[in-house]
């Protein structure tokens, strides 16, 4: 029997620009073809029930307030105010009277292999709201305007200038301080102290070039010439996460690409995946995503080409 596909093709010519793909709680983010940014205006009064999603989102209030709920508590985000929402966090959303907000929504599969940004967003379990002087004096809401503009005007390159100023804007919070990330000052101090970061830059190349291989702690470490006991210490200094977490990032990283725009079936994506069981990979990719790879497809895959309006 056939499966139902969560989005059919008719919902995706009606709604060009975006629309919001909700299973229970859970919300899919829809991204405009290439890209891993979706932007939200709302100029009049709107809220969102209790939701969650694997994307980051920041909250951007231009005038008025806004209030989101956690399990943290209620944050009450004013004009200029900026609020940054970790992954898989449930919140609601509500505008007040004459408000008028953006929701910029983004994946963090590139962040999560920075090293600068890795452990910030792996010790970022809560909503981090940012004043509006930090905002502003950093240069960081200045940034996340633009990108806002950009991202509306669509003009040549806009993907990758999008994906620039939010980079632009997170390190300038980082750089100020506006990103608390817990991390204890001690592994901070380590991971400064990481003998070799030449190895560790071959071993990451390596990964990204290998990963669908039988990649192993003893075999990185045989690679980089450390013990495995010093390479696994010093390797998680380095990125912030243990190994095991780092390549199963960069697989299933891997595996929505393939599955957004490759041609293969979900069953040749496995077989490449460097997953030792089909049972193995559909468990790992539904955790990290929520869903099942051929849910994944449905969602994000490209728009048939008779979407683009061209008669054959």
Not at 9 to 23: E, I, M, N, P
Not at 96 to 112: C, G, K, P, Q, W
Not at 266 to 294: L, Y
Request: glycine share 6%; hydrophobic share 35%.
């Amino acid at each position: 029997m056939r499966s139902q596909k969560l989005v059919s093709d008719q919902t995706r010519r009606l709604f060009q620009r975006g629309y919001r793909v909700l299973q229970g709680k859970q919300e899919f983010v829809t991204y405009p073809d290439d890209s891993s940014i979706r932007v939200w205006g709302r100029k009049r009064p709107d809220s969102f029930a209790l939701h969650w999603h694997t994307a980051a989102e920041i909250l951007i209030v231009m005038r008025g307030e806004c209030i989101v709920e956690t399990s943290e508590g209620r944050a009450i985000v004013r004009e200029g105010e900026l609020l940054l929402m970790p992954p898989r966090c449930s919140h609601t959303l509500t505008m007040l009277e004459d408000s008028y907000r953006y929701l910029i929504l983004f994946e963090t599969d590139a962040l999560e292999r920075m090293r600068d940004f890795a452990p910030v967003l792996k010790n970022m379990t809560a909503p981090v709201h940012i004043p509006a002087r930090v905002a502003r004096e950093s240069g960081a809401l200045e940034s996340l305007c633009m990108l806002v503009s950009i991202y509306n005007f669509r003009e040549p390159m806009w993907n990758i200038t999008c994906h620039s100023l939010l980079m632009l804007a997170l390190s300038l919070l980082g750089r100020c301080g506006g990103l608390r990330s817990g991390v204890p000052e001690e592994e901070v101090s380590a991971r400064r102290m990481a003998t070799s970061p030449q190895v560790m830059e071959h071993v990451l190349r390596y990964i990204d070039q290998n990963y669908a291989k039988d990649i192993t702690l003893d075999s990185l470490a045989n690679y980089s010439g450390y013990s495995k006991w010093y390479f696994s210490r010093v390797f998680k200094q380095y990125t912030g996460v243990p190994l095991m977490q780092y390549l199963t990032q960069v697989r299933i990283a891997n595996i929505r690409q393939a599955l957004i725009s490759d041609e293969a079936s979900v069953a040749e994506i496995c077989a490449c995946s460097g997953f030792s069981s089909t049972s193995t990979f559909n468990r790992v990719f539904k955790e990290m995503n929520g869903c099942t790879p051929s849910e994944y497809r449905a969602i994000y895959g490209k728009r048939p080409k008779e979407d683009d309006g061209k008669k054959k």
